[in-house]
């Protein structure tokens, strides 16, 4: 039996092109023959994957097809995936609901709102669905898939065992560094972040700097906004750092003090497992599937109390024991999203879409 | 501050006890005045920023339902782009010429786009003002339609 997988295009260092790439690490690994089809063939992937014209060669009714699902597809894609006979199973990562877009980009909300509704297709063209998360397996239960299973996002702590850059951690390492890493989109709400650093700075540590880990690509006119709020609050210390490489993550969470998300929505949360690898206490705002993503580790706050936040963040930052604790815990949560943990949630997905998957 | 904002599921750290030593940390810092402190609320000032620079479309005008613009779409010059590779190849040789196409391309580019852009501006201006001028007029002749049925009537 052949297991592939679909994505309109895969990138390094992005959350779902390496899943797709662990999940055909861990398929081949179980015995399958599985290949990474895109519409789109990405740069520096040469001979990793094909275009969706080469799936004749392997299409087949007793092959499934996992179709991995973050932004919407083209009309040509669909057309495609309804006359490909294979067995489809929908990977669902979610997407940023489009009102966060408003105003921000028309063309990522146009796009959100579109994928959202090809959902109701594909619940159709798929005969089960699969989310990274409870969170985003809801979402599937709203759009009609009954057969439902939660496989996480793969942890590959090979990625980071890499130097970490020296230019970072000479300009960052020794001080208070308060991080969060995730693309400059409204939906991760970096005014809340800015809004709980503005009361770090004044009552708790006036030393401590606010580094902040993403692209802002796309997001121009949210990123005006932002570096407007930080200067009509005074603010200093405030660092939009852009897309980093890899040797450059591992420098900024190697810098970290403390890890704040004030996200609304995330359908996993890959930063948090990088924060719980690296050792670096997380604070998050608890919301979507970031609670699920945490388990039993880490400090969820439930109301946007920004002074309150900020305490709480100078006491994790001096107590030294309570900090150690946390990290404890979250080093133990970290595990279950390592390769060997998810193997085993996968081959239980897979056998129990039963029809000649074995165990 | 409301007294249930925390969680932690660590049975082993007495969350208690961290909002008590919060509660009080928050009491000490809050105590002390600040001559810097804004009028406004950091919220406030937020939500106020947000409503000015992104809450901005003319939702209320005719042209806007028809046209969805904004200002800040009238602005197509590419503020943010830089002409970047990640190839670590020839250090300094390549930082500089990647500086030189950098500002080679601006030179060239940007005072067509600056131009376009203010020309968008002024389009957007006019379009607004004729959109204006369009929805009074038919005011103007709804209310001479209703005065003169009202004569004939």
Redesign the interface.
């Known amino acids: 039996m052949q297991i592939h997988q679909f994505h309109p295009t895969v990138a390094y260092g992005n959350a779902i092109g390496d899943q797709v790439l662990s999940l055909q690490r861990l398929l081949r690994h179980l015995g399958y023959s599985s290949e990474i089809f895109c519409e789109q063939l990405p740069l520096h992937f040469q001979g990793r994957t094909r275009r969706i014209a080469q799936y004749s060669h392997y299409s087949s009714p007793a092959n499934i097809l996992l179709l991995h699902f973050s932004l919407g597809y083209s009309p040509a894609v669909l057309s495609w995936l309804e006359h490909v006979p294979d067995r489809k199973v929908v990977v669902y990562h979610n997407i940023t609901p489009h009102v966060y877009f408003?105003?921000?980009n028309?063309v990522y909300r146009e796009a959100a709102e579109v994928g959202r509704e090809q959902l109701d297709r594909l619940s159709v063209l798929t005969e089960a669905g699969w989310g990274d998360s409870t969170f985003n397996c809801q979402e599937l239960v709203e759009r009609g898939w009954t057969r439902l299973g939660v496989l996480p996002i793969i942890f590959d702590p090979q990625r980071y065992r890499v130097r970490p850059e020296r230019q970072v951690l000479q300009r960052w390492q020794g001080g208070v560094n308060i991080l969060f890493v995730g693309r400059v989109s409204p939906n991760k709400r970096f005014?809340d972040l800015?809004?709980t650093f503005?009361?770090v700075k004044?009552?708790?540590r006036p030393e401590a700097r606010l580094l902040l880990v993403g692209s802002?690509?796309g997001m121009?006119?949210?990123?005006?906004?932002l570096q407007?709020?930080i200067e009509?609050?005074?603010l200093s210390d405030v660092f939009f750092a852009g897309h980093v490489?890899t040797a450059q993550l591992v420098a900024y969470y190697r810098c970290a003090s403390v890890y704040l998300s004030m996200s609304e929505h995330e359908g996993f949360g890959v930063p948090l497992v990088e924060s719980m690898y690296f050792g670096v206490p997380i604070v998050a705002y608890?919301t979507a599937a970031v609670?699920e993503t945490l388990?039993?580790?880490?400090?969820?706050?439930?109301?946007k109390?920004?002074?309150?936040t900020a305490?709480?963040i100078?006491?994790l930052i001096e107590d030294a024991s309570?900090r150690d604790?946390?990290v404890a815990?979250q080093r133990e949560r970290f595990q279950d999203f390592l390769p060997d943990k998810v193997e085993g949630r996968l081959r239980e997905l897979l056998y129990s879409l039963g029809n000649g998957v074995e165990k | 501050m409301s007294d249930a904002w925390l969680e932690v599921s660590d049975e082993n750290i007495n969350v208690e006890e961290i909002m008590r030593r919060i509660r009080e940390r928050v009491t000490s810092h809050g105590a002390v005045p600040s001559a810097e402190e804004p009028e406004e609320s950091p919220l406030a000032v937020a939500e106020a920023l947000w409503k000015e620079m992104i809450g901005d479309a003319f939702e209320e005008s005719t042209f806007s339902r028809l046209v969805s613009v904004r200002q800040r779409d009238c602005d197509i010059v590419p503020r943010y782009y830089v002409i970047d590779w990640r190839i670590p190849i020839l250090g300094p040789i390549h930082a500089v010429v990647r500086r030189i196409i950098n500002a080679e391309i601006r030179r060239y580019l940007l005072p067509s786009l600056d131009k376009q852009s203010s020309f968008n501006r002024k389009m957007l201006r006019a379009l607004k003002g004729l959109a204006e001028e369009n929805a009074r007029l038919r005011q103007e002749i709804e209310a001479l339609r209703g005065a003169q049925e009202s004569e004939i009537g």
């Not at chain 1, 109390?305 to 309150?308: K, S």
């Open positions: 408003d105003g921000i028309d005014e800015i809004l503005y009361y004044r009552l708790v802002w690509r121009e006119p949210y990123l005006d906004f407007a709020l009509r609050l005074g490489s608890k609670p388990g039993d580790s880490s400090i969820l706050v439930t109301a109390d920004y002074a309150g305490e709480l100078g006491l309570l604790q946390i815990r």
